[in-house]
């Protein structure tokens, strides 16, 4: 079973920037990696997504302000959060992805921005 592991998270005044990072414990290869996050009382929503292709989706609410991209290591990514929002507060989990498999999914980390 693959394991991600997840962290950055934290409180941060509306306007800063967090950077989160994601690890898989496997060496097995992701047709794509990216993160979802869960605000209080709302349904999990897709916030960015890297494929291996290279194509990336983001969620409209974050576009401009937040980056994903792959780390240096094999089976790692990561979210340059900028410009905070205090409705960007959400738990936020990393997810993978591969054919024939259920995605795999983290444990979450928290974001919190204070306005």
């Known amino acids: 079973q693959v394991q991600l592991v997840e962290s950055g998270g934290g409180l941060v005044q509306a306007g800063g920037s967090l950077r989160l990072s994601c690890a898989a414990s496997?060496?097995?290869?992701?047709?794509?990696m990216g993160w979802y996050r869960q605000g209080l009382g709302k349904q999990r929503e897709l916030v960015a997504l890297?494929?291996?292709?290279?194509?990336?989706n983001y969620t409209d609410a974050v576009k401009g302000r937040f980056t994903i991209a792959r780390g240096n290591a094999k089976n790692t990514v990561s979210l340059q959060m900028n410009s905070l929002k205090p409705e960007d507060t959400a738990v936020y989990y990393c997810t993978a992805r591969r054919p024939w498999y259920a995605d795999s999914w983290g444990q979450g980390t928290q974001v919190t921005v204070s306005s």
């Open positions: 890297l494929s291996d292709s290279g194509r990336i």
């Open positions: 496997s060496g097995i290869s992701f047709s794509a």
